[in-house]
Nanobody, 124 residues
Framework: QVQPVESGGGLVQAGGSLRLSCTASGRTFSSSSMGWFRQAPGKEREFVAVVSRSGAVSVYADSVKGRFTISRDSRKNTVYLQMNSLKPEDTAVYFC?????????????????WGQGTQVTVAS
């Protein structure tokens, strides 16, 4: 399993919560930072959050800071994105990706293995 697999997307009302999960092989997962990106229709894929290999350091896009939490569980080869206080503008396909480089964490070019995405729709 070299491609991450996302799950947990769905439809939620504004103000609600969802938790996304992303699972990859241990070899793919364990040595790398893992990130979440999202892409709304007609828009570019944008950085959401990243968590370091150890799980000790997380960085968030300003648009989600204080509402989203990224975490990882090495025992399960899984990274999570807990999304609270969801807004309609959070509606997008959310992608999990493995960082190929620790530089430019905010750039999608820094990630090599991508999941197929999971749809998150926030209704107003």
């Amino acid at each position: 399993q070299v491609q991450p697999v996302e799950s947990g997307g769905g439809l939620v009302q504004a103000g609600g919560s969802l938790r996304l999960s992303c699972t990859a092989s241990g070899r793919t997962f364990s040595s790398s930072s893992m990130g979440w990106f999202r892409q709304a229709p007609g828009k570019e894929r944008e950085f959401v959050a990243v968590v370091s290999r150890s799980g000790a350091v997380s960085v968030y896009a300003d648009s989600v800071k204080g509402r989203f939490t990224i975490s990882r569980d090495s025992r399960k080869n899984t990274v999570y994105l807990q999304m609270n206080s969801l807004k309609p503008e959070d509606t997008a396909v959310y992608f999990c990706a493995r960082a190929a480089s620790e530089d430019d964490y905010y750039s999608k070019a820094s990630y090599d293995y991508w999941g197929q995405g999971t749809q998150v729709t926030v209704a107003s």
